[in-house]
């Protein structure tokens, strides 16, 4: 990945796992993802040493009618994960993503409408929050600010994988499929 030679001083990983509702369904399928998720995250330090790695706290919202175990399973899961980060302490740093949301509100922070738009859950209110949060992240690591925007806009400004079907294979159109981006 062009991540390890892209001369990094710091890396944010920014999890959301509303995507994968069924496997937060269960306890031992819940930390089976968030130990997949922990040994990628493992690798990355690995391959990049000296580099700063931000790891957020997990939030496993309920999304509807949901059983009434499940609000006891989002919180050990959520419990594990910050365990597990925490044992990283040398490696990662906590990026307090739950508490954040917490202190202002999830009606705030996420937006179904944004989803639905852009597959992005979060809010403009929300992503302000974020993007609060980054800053106040960067500065405490380097004691300084620095002004940097990366947007992964494959799938949600175009049609298709710019890198990977180069710019004739994206689809953009006022028209037909490319309509919609």
Do not use: H
């Not at 302000?128 to 400004?157: A, Y």
């Amino acid at each position: 990945s062009g991540i390890y030679s892209c001369g990094a001083e710091i890396v944010f990983i920014l999890l959301y796992p509303g995507t994968f509702r069924k496997e937060w369904e269960a306890e031992d399928t819940a930390k089976e993802k968030a130990d997949d998720w922990l040994r990628s995250i493992r690798l990355l330090v690995s391959k990049m040493p000296g580099v700063s790695v931000f790891v957020s706290s997990l939030d496993i919202r309920m999304m509807g009618c949901e059983p009434a175990a499940f609000a006891g399973i989002a919180q050990n899961v959520e419990a594990y994960w910050a365990g597990q980060i925490q044992d990283m302490a040398e490696q990662v740093y906590s990026f307090p993503l739950k508490e954040a949301i917490s202190n202002v509100g999830r009606d705030k922070v996420y937006s179904d409408k944004m989803w639905y738009l852009s597959s992005c859950p979060y809010s403009l209110e929300g992503m302000g929050l974020i993007v609060e949060l980054l800053q106040n992240c960067c500065f405490w690591v380097n004691g300084r600010r620095k002004k940097c925007l990366v947007l992964d806009l494959d799938n949600t400004l175009w049609g298709g994988v710019a890198g990977e079907d180069g710019i004739g294979g994206i689809v953009l159109s006022s028209y037909g499929e490319g309509a919609r981006y």
